[in-house]
T-cell receptor, first 109, second 114 residues
Framework: KNEVEQSPQNLTAQEGEFITINCSYS?????LHWLQQHPGGGIVSLFM???GKKKHGRLIATINIQEKHSSLHITASHPRDSAVYIC???????????FGQGTRLTINP | EPEVTQTPSHQVTQMGQEVILRCVPI?????FYWYRQILGQKVEFLVS????????KSEIFDDQFSVERPDGSNFTLKIRSTKLEDSAMYFC????????????FGPGTRLTVT
């Protein structure tokens, strides 16, 4: 069983739509990360959170520690948001991050 | 804004050859990491490094792999005798010792073993 599961695996939407990507995990964590990976392969950190909610521009990330679940929302989506979004968790007592499979998001104009 | 850099961006090598992937972490960071992503698969942890020694490593990080911080700025991953299955994107990351666990990723090195 994967320690980090994301859904959906693929998501196609029209420009302007509200996007939600979900992440569930099964281990104790120190923090949860949302990352963005563009077609060229580079990874950019969007959020790191251990409780509550964070907002940056049109991106919002929430986490529910009790339910071991996090969501990434994108408001007023734009074609430039097209990328793979990855959920990763820092394992309690360990250094490493454990990654989900990623969600491939395509926003059509 | 400071960033993690990696060289080369793409390395092609023949099976059995040694490769060294290089990373320059953010200057005031003290924890360093290597991850890899085989094409079409998820990112996997390889190794973490702190205070000039390995602090954690995965099952993937066997005797063929080694890491080094040869000077005050570079952090390297060496693969001694590459195999076809080592073909992947390799990411370096770094973080500060305090202020949370946020890791900053480099742009990656694409390693192709032929």
């Amino acid at each position: 069983k994967n320690e980090v599961e994301q859904s959906p695996q693929n998501l196609t939407a029209q420009e302007g739509e509200f996007i939600t990507i979900n992440c569930s995990y099964s281990v104790g964590i120190s923090a949860l990360h949302w990352l963005q990976q563009h077609p060229g392969g580079g990874i950019v950190s969007l959020f790191m959170l251990s409780s509550g909610k964070k907002k940056h521009g049109r991106l919002i990330a929430t986490i529910n520690i009790q339910e071991k679940h996090s969501s990434l929302h994108i408001t007023a989506s734009h074609p430039r948001d097209s990328a793979v979004y990855i959920c990763a968790v820092g394992i309690q007592g360990a250094q490493k991050l454990v990654f989900g499979q990623g969600t491939r998001l395509t926003i059509n104009p | 804004e400071p960033e993690v850099t990696q060289t080369p961006s793409h390395q092609v090598t023949q099976m059995g050859q040694e490769v060294i992937l290089r990373c320059v972490p953010i200057s005031n960071h003290l924890y360093f990491y290597w991850y890899r992503q085989i094409l079409g698969q998820k990112v996997e942890f390889l190794v973490s490094f702190y205070n000039n020694e390995i602090s954690e490593k995965s099952e993937i990080f066997d005797d063929q792999f080694s890491v080094e911080r040869p000077d005050g700025s570079n952090f390297t991953l060496k693969i001694r005798s590459t195999k076809l299955e080592d073909s992947a994107m390799y990411f370096c990351a770094s973080r500060r010792t305090s202020g949370g666990y946020e890791q900053y990723f480099g742009p990656g090195t694409r390693l192709t073993v032929t």
